[in-house]
Nanobody, 126 residues
Framework: QVQLVESGGGSVESGGSLRLSCGAS????????MGWFRQFPGQEREAVAT??????PTYADSVKGRFTLSHDNAKRVTLQMNSLKPEDTAMYYC?????????????????????WGQGTQVTVSV
């Protein structure tokens, strides 16, 4: 079992910044992959930024150059979101794939992840 606890999120004006953090506990291996996904109302979850099995980040095209994913160990990842836009408004979820070993492309697929956080809302106003 893996437990994911998210923090951060909230409301900000367009052009502002927010930071999301996710801490993991439980069955965490050195190969565990973690990442951030988001979900718009009525849509499927989509990848925002993920770490592959080498610990390298992969970003969705829509956030490249604005968001930065970092990790200080295998148990915490932080998503720095700058230059936020109203279209970034969504529920953001942290996810973990304990067995890891994900290539960059596979790390962007929600179905590769077993554990999910409770979600944190990000709202960007015009």
């Amino acid at each position: 079992q893996v437990q994911l606890v998210e923090s951060g999120g909230g409301s900000v004006e367009s052009g502002g910044s927010l930071r999301l953090s996710c801490g993991a506990s439980g069955y965490i291996l050195s190969s565990t992959c973690m990442g951030w996904f988001r979900q718009f109302p009525g849509q499927e979850r989509e990848a925002v930024a993920t770490l592959d099995s080498d610990g390298s980040p992969t970003y969705a095209d829509s956030v490249k150059g604005r968001f930065t994913l970092s990790h200080d160990n295998a148990k915490r990842v932080t998503l720095q979101m700058n230059s936020l836009k109203p279209e970034d408004t969504a529920m953001y979820y942290c996810a973990a794939a304990p067995e890891g070993r994900l290539t960059p492309s596979r790390s962007l697929r929600p179905e590769e992840y077993i554990y999910w956080g409770q979600g944190t809302q990000v709202t960007v106003s015009v």
